[in-house]
């Protein structure tokens, strides 16, 4: 087990010490975080129940926490609030429902702001487009690349909105950063670590997909490698995982959403289209995530699929997806509760934001 010792902002650096010593008198191996606002001390090792309340005495002391799960900095253990992260004025997190829209891949400048124009206006608040595409062919299409990043920075300018897009590489976190507001992480590159490590150095959002194969607790350890890197702003996204289930192109594990809300205050989306793999069946699994109470949706939209470089039988056309926007809306406020930790409903109100109507 892990104890971790939360200062309070107040601690002198006398009283910080005084707590290591106290630590070290007590066989623990003490480790100092020093933070932008609090020093966090901790250990890992047998903890008696004695040690816990003798720490929580010591001057200086806010709390003293024990956390339970490997993941400490993506807990709610230790964070007990929902995060909310501001990009561009939008919030996602918390009470916010966001709705992500765009075409799989960058295919073109027409297409592009096509597809944009189509989801601002139905109230989509960010835009969505990969440049670096993983596919699972070598052959398929992998994407425009640079040009495909100048395309969208141009549309998220011209539109108004935030951009996210896929990185793959480590090496091409630095040029990503400078044309998209969002790192996606993809299914496949979840557990790529170097990748993890490389966008948490950064300041900018990180959208961590969860692998096709992986556990929620794997999931939330990759958080855990952003956020070890002082990046907090991580948002999480199931977007189906690999069952027996063949009708589908992956299961949607709905019940993630309320176990990781359960278990971090990290903001959680779902993604419907991935998950079905054909468009009729996107709309009732965007519904569905919004119900179990997901901060928001990420949905490919195209103006003409059957025409797609990639994903283009899973993409919804503009007009159903002013429908399903009308749809989510009306879902966000009946379902205005978040489970919380402890299992309970909390009745805050929650819409769907939009960069139409957002005041
Ligand atoms: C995508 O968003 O286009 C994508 C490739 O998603 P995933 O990594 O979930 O397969
Ligand atoms: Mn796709």
Known sequence: MELVVVMRSTATADDKAAVEQRMADMGLAAHRADGEFRTMISAV???????????????????????????????????????????????????????????????????????????????????????????????????????????????????????ITEVTD?????????????????????????????????????????????????????????????????????????????????????????VIQQRSHLPVFVDPSHAAGKRDLVPALALAGVVVGAAGVIVEVHSCPEKALCDGPQAVLPARFRKLMEELRQVAELAGHRVTAWGDKNSSHRRVESGGWMS
């Open 170 to 258: 480590p090496r091409d976190v630095e040029v990503v950063a400078q044309y998209a507001d969002i790192f996606q992480i993809g299914a496949r590159n979840m557990q790529n670590f170097n990748l993890l490590l490389e966008v948490g150095k950064t300041d900018k959002p990180v959208f961590i997909k969860r692998g096709m194969s992986a556990t929620i607790t794997e999931l939330l350890m990759s958080a855990e490698y952003v956020l070890s890197q002082g990046n907090h702003r991580v948002i999480l996204c199931e977007r189906g995982i690999r069952t027996f289930a063949d009708e589908v192109r992956f299961t949607l594990d709905v019940s993630a959403v309320p």
């Open 45 to 163: 090792g047998t903890i008696a129940v004695d040690s816990t309340q003798q720490l929580e005495q010591l001057v200086g002391v806010d709390r003293v926490i024990a956390v339970t799960q490997p993941y400490r900095l993506a807990s709610r253990e230790l964070h007990e609030a929902d995060t909310i992260i501001d990009i561009k004025g939008i919030r996602v997190g918390g009470p916010h429902v966001n709705v992500i829209a765009g075409p799989c891949a960058i295919e073109s400048r027409d297409l592009l702001f096509e597809v944009g124009k189509a989801v601002k206006d139905a109230g989509a608040s960010i835009l969505r487009g990969g440049a670096f595409k993983p596919r699972s062919s070598p052959y398929s299409f992998q994407g425009l690349g640079l040009d495909g990043l100048k395309l969208l920075a141009e549309a998220g300018n011209e539109l108004n909105m935030p951009t």
